[in-house]
T-cell receptor, first 111, second 115 residues
Framework: LAKTTQPISMDSYEGQEVNITCSHN???????ITWYQQFPSQGPRFIIQ???TKVTNEVASLFIPADRKSSTLSLPRVSLSDTAVYYC????????????FGDGTTLTVKP | DTGVSQDPRHKITKRGQNVTFRCDPI?????LYWYRQTLGQGPEFLTY????????KSRLLSDRFSAERPKGSFSTLEIQRTEQGDSAMYLC?????????????FGEGSRLTVL
């Protein structure tokens, strides 16, 4: 399984765009890139998933370059409620549950 | 259906006691997963079921741990002879086989404290 590397923590201010980059150099052909958000004392919540290029939904965008060795989660105009831990996962298409989360990126949004 | 539910939310026990956690997945989801999360770490995969079949177990799941999903609906995770190192949040997640590769729906977790 491909290992992921992401910054331990990031700080931002309300209203700014936040970009969190994840490295996954050993990603396999069938792997998808998936991001989760977790608040204290809650289970992780799915944010977005992609395979290549760009994916956008109502809460975030995911940018994946052609070599797929990294990905960037983009959160537009963050608010205080976006303070959370964000996990990047590389997920085999055949079995989502086998992936183990890394330690994630703790995002702190300041007023 | 309001999502994945777990019970109890909190459990405090003494070392050596047995504990059991229950997970009720989203009703149409045939895959169910158990994870363990300790403070400051990401969730670690323990095991997963497709319907009632337990298809994979992590090496983290020692012989004191057992998980079942007898009718392919709810699941239980039992820890026998608990140790202080078992203190963690136990998370359950589910998904439909037809969903994307990574979209898991997690419950709120069951927090275990072993004294």
């Amino acid at each position: 399984l491909a290992k992921t590397t992401q910054p331990i923590s990031m700080d931002s201010y309300e209203g700014q765009e936040v970009n969190i980059t994840c490295s996954h150099n050993n990603i396999a052909t069938n792997d998808y890139i998936t991001w989760y958000q977790q608040f204290p004392s809650q289970g992780p919540r799915f944010i977005i998933q992609g395979y290549k290029t760009k994916v956008t939904n109502e809460v975030a965008s995911l940018f994946i370059p052609a070599d797929r060795k990294s990905s960037t989660l983009s959160l537009p105009r963050v608010s205080l409620s976006d303070t959370a831990v964000y996990y990047c996962l590389v997920v085999p298409n055949t079995n989502a549950g086998k992936s183990t989360f890394g330690d994630g990126t703790t995002l702190t949004v300041k007023p | 259906d309001t999502g994945v539910s777990q019970d109890p939310r909190h459990k405090i026990t003494k070392r050596g006691q047995n504990v059991t956690f229950r997970c009720d997945p989203i009703s149409e989801h045939n895959r169910l997963y158990w994870y363990r999360q300790t403070l400051g770490q990401g969730p670690e995969f323990l095991t997963y079921f497709q319907n009632e079949a337990q298809l994979e177990k992590s090496r983290l799941l020692s012989d004191r741990f057992s998980a079942e999903r007898p009718k392919g609906s709810f699941s239980t995770l039992e820890i026998q002879r608990t140790e202080q190192g078992d203190s963690a949040m136990y998370l359950c997640a589910s998904r439909s086989f037809s969903q994307g590769a990574g979209e898991l729906f997690f419950g709120e977790g069951s927090r275990l404290t072993v004294l």
